[in-house]
């Protein structure tokens, strides 16, 4: 149960992440890897600086490393001086230091967890924790299995009535279909599926959620998100980093599974579902399954998928190495750094409007969109060459970076001829609004401690996700080595000749 508690911390006027969590602490495994350091540990300190923890909150890293408590800290203190997104002050540092442990061990190691659950214990006696913990699996999922059945074995898994356990698990959720459900049943024998929170950071960011808005509080574009007025839709992640270090998690794992599995069907879901009868959890992930159901990808996957490794070259004035040059990837790996797909949305709403979604490493620059492509207007009363500039009309939602939305459509060119060209009319979140956005990680903590689960997909959605992607992966695994494509291009020929076959092109963001 949480308690009622103000925090002297907290601006009342800040409306962006308004409720604070009840007593709570937080153990995080994997403590020593990039997302921890990077996003996780920043973000709790963003949190704290915001006033949204709870007074007692604590934070336990367990890892491998013979650290004692202050060397845990001082990780955490360089990751947020380095990472997190709001400034350093001394005095939330130390409130928050006040409540770092550490606790050596191996998964393995039954005295480790027994120590982590005194540990836990002990933090609620001494700061009023009140009896909440959330897990944070930051490791491979090779490892759930073993760390889900430690936290049975050493009761860390119990909750009572009046207190809570939860489960956070990053991504990937399985290699496969089959892979995801032994995972996904391994988890739900210690904690039931309230207490199961799936990361897909892509949910917390705040552009992803302003595509519910975009949709449901406007009366605008709801009358033409159809197949009567929508050609297509194209949805890019593309980032221009390559691939170095990672090697551990990406080789044999690959650009489908990584971001198309999770992110970009997240995006799919929320672009084409339909309204959900509330923003309550339940309601709004009943949607998201019912169009994950109707989802397939489009056949013949010779035709209608694309796939790429990045090549060595130049890439923005320096040169940079190829996948297979890139340390500890396989000389002859077939892991894919480029994929695009085709699918469809077999219900009435959409039937016969591809969806296609491309992602890619070491491309022409890091953006993530989605564009909804609309049909050309079914006649043009001018004559043939003023409207030879005309494209169609679009709406983009821009998620990363300069993050906005931009409408395309067609408009007088000024003169004395009818000449119509494309224009575009521009939202942009740093012009429309001075509050900057919170972190997805941010986000998405506070909702774990919350216990808020509207933003993390359903055992369903990871299943579904997988059964739309499974074909396609087996397709490929068929074939050899996927097709070379330069650094800072935007993919391999194979990707273009995909949408030029179906008379379109990819945008060029
Ligand atoms: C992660 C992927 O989920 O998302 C990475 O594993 C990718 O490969 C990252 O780089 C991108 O996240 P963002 O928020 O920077 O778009």
Known sequence: MTRAWKNPLRDPRDKRLPRIAGPSSLVIFGVTGDLARKKLMPAIYDLAHRGLLPAGFSLVGFARRDWEHQDFGELVHDSVKEHARTPFKESVWNRLAEGIRFVQGTFDDDDAFDRLAQTVKDLDAERGTGGNTAFYLSIPPSAFPVVTKQLARSGL????????????????????????????????????????????????????????????????????????????????????????????????????????????????????????????????????????????????LDETTARGQYAGGWQGGSKVPGLLQEGGFAKDSTTETYAAVTLEVQNRRWAGVPFYLRTGKRLGRRVTEIAVVFKRAPHLPFDSTSTEELGQNALVIRVQPDEGITLRFGSKVPGTTMEVRDVTMDFGYGHAFTESSPEAYERLI???????????????????????????????????????????????PSADEMLERTGRNWRRP
């Open 157 to 300: 898994a119990d909750a009572s009535d009046e207190t809570w356990r939860r489960v956070v698990i990053e991504k990937p959720f399985g290699r496969d279909l089959k892979s995801a459900k032994e995972l996904n049943e391994i988890v739900n024998d210690v904690f039931p599926e309230e207490s199961v929170f799936r990361i897909d950071h892509y949910l917390g960011k705040e552009t992803v959620q302003n595509l519910l808005a975009l949709r449901f509080a406007n009366q605008l574009f709801e009358p033409i998100w159809n197949a009567n007025y929508v050609d297509h839709v194209q949805i890019t992640m593309a980032e221009d980093i390559g691939l170095g270090g990672r090697a551990g998690y990406y080789d044999g794992i690959g650009a489908a599974r990584d971001v198309i599995q999770n992110h970009l069907l997240q995006l799919l879901a929320l672009t084409a579902m339909e309204e959900p009868v509330s923003f309550a959890p339940r309601a709004l992930r009943a949607e998201k399954v019912k169009v994950l159901s109707a989802t397939k990808p489009l056949e013949p």
């Open 446 to 492: 506070l909702d774990v401690l919350l216990g808020e689960p509207s933003l993390f997909p359903v055992n369903e959605e990871v299943e579904l996700s997988w059964e739309i992607l499974d074909p396609i992966l087996d397709h490929w695994a068929k074939k050899g080595a996927p097709e070379q494509y330069p650094p800072g291009s935007w993919g391999p």
